[in-house]
């Protein structure tokens, strides 16, 4: 994997970053992710009223419960190095694309877009990544998205 949040050497636009491992989406997932939002849709936790009233054979994870698992995701790799920090910094594009059905694999996939200077004299970078969440035996990915983290040097230890 490689390490994007060095200030010296910033992952060159293009640079594969990895790919995760893979997330199973059960119906406890979806039911938990729904009781903490509120939501409490009917389409993430509801079977039988799926099936009598869309077109899914069942329930599928709500694709804000997709874009929520991008920090885990990106836990996995090696985004800043050891001496700086990260930070959500944004979205520039987030697109759903396919609906994931209950109990489907998730995983995903980070290319470096490049690093710019946070702005205001900061120190540190905004990295750009572009993500593909991919569903295990799918040809569509369950979400694209281009995300923004700021990588901020740690402060000296005193």
Do not use: C
Request: aromatic share 8%; net charge negative; no cysteine.
């Amino acid at each position: 994997m490689n390490t994007i949040a060095s200030a010296q050497e910033p992952a060159a636009p293009g640079t594969p970053v990895g790919t995760t491992g893979w997330v199973r989406l059960s119906q406890d997932m979806l039911t938990q992710f729904e009781v903490v939002t509120r939501s409490n849709d009917p389409l993430h936790m509801d079977a039988d009223w799926v099936r009598r009233n869309t077109e899914f054979a069942n329930t599928i994870a709500p694709g804000m419960l997709t874009l929520s698992l991008l920090p885990y995701f990106a836990s996995q790799l090696n985004l800043a190095s050891e001496d700086h920090y990260s930070l959500n910094y944004g979205f520039d594009r987030v697109r759903w694309i396919q609906p994931v059905p209950v109990d489907a694999d998730v995983r995903a996939h980070f290319v470096a877009l490049g690093t710019t200077e946070l702005p205001g004299g900061r120190p540190g970078h905004v990295a750009r990544f572009d993500v593909k969440v991919e569903i295990r035996g799918f040809d569509r990915p369950a979400l694209v998205a281009e995300w923004l983290g700021a990588i901020v040097p740690r402060p000296a230890l005193k």
